[in-house]
């Protein structure tokens, strides 16, 4: 099962900052909190991953709590192209032979 | 970021047939690549992991018979659906570790899909 709880969808309007934020209250010490996409019918597109620290990257920002208990992801920018689903997974770093594990994701939708 | 590839993108087969997907890192080499399948509207759900140069470990539910899986090179996994069949209609996604990613923490990077559809 999935470790982490997202909303099912959200809403953003084009040029808007896009949050979409992920629960994972039995997160482990040695598990980074990783953020893919899917865009429809494409596989998942790797955006930002951390440990403790907020990121943040071309694509996106992350920002972890202190407690490391939920973590937000930022789009400052939302356009229509980054409509699709958002996966929010923890996963143990440094285990070559761990799969990633999804859950349901949020569906973000962004409209003109 | 690293590339992974898969061939085809999409096939269509006739039931009863087998068919073989490729998963290739294009630029990196990985000792362990892990196969999904995603039915319409559904999260994506581990089948298997493949391992260079061993056998697969499969996922409980998922038969090992039928979806063959061959890891023979560090930048290289197959998965052949043998004796198809229109359940097995779906999108079979692969992926792979990077170990190399700076910063802590290796990064995971997927194929663009496979669809197969089973007539």
């Known amino acids: 099962d999935a470790k982490t709880t997202q909303p099912p969808s959200m809403d953003c309007a084009e040029g808007r900052a896009a949050n979409l934020p992920c629960n994972h209250s039995t997160i482990s010490g040695n598990e980074y909190v990783y953020w893919y996409r899917q865009i429809h019918s494409q596989g998942p597109q790797y955006i930002i991953h951390?440990?403790?620290n907020n990121e943040t990257n071309e694509m996106a920002s992350l920002i972890i709590t202190e407690d490391r208990k939920s973590s937000t992801l930022i789009l400052p920018h939302a356009t229509l192209r980054d409509t699709a689903v958002y996966y929010c997974i923890v996963s143990p770093s440094n285990q070559a032979g761990t799969a990633l594990i999804f859950g349901k994701g949020t569906t973000l939708s962004v409209s003109s | 970021g690293a590339v992974v590839s898969q061939h085809p993108s999409w096939v269509i087969c006739k039931s009863g047939t087998s068919v073989k997907i490729e998963c290739r890192s294009l630029?990196?080499?990985?000792?362990?690549m892990f196969w999904y399948r995603q039915f319409p509207k559904q999260s994506l759900m581990l089948m298997a992991t493949?391992?260079?140069?061993?056998?697969?470990?499969?996922e409980q539910g998922v038969e090992k018979d039928k979806f063959l899986i061959n890891h023979a090179s560090l930048t290289l996994s197959t998965l052949t659906v043998t004796s198809a069949h229109p359940e097995d209609s779906s999108f079979y996604i692969c992926?792979?570790?990077?170990?190399?990613?700076?910063?802590?923490?290796?990064?995971?990077?997927f194929g663009e899909g496979s669809w197969l559809t089973v007539v």
């Open positions: 493949s391992n260079e140069g061993s056998k697969a470990t499969y």
């Open positions: 992926s792979a570790r990077d170990i190399r990613a700076p910063g802590g923490g290796n990064t995971i990077y």
């Open positions: 951390g440990l403790k």
């Open positions: 630029d990196f080499q990985a000792t362990t």
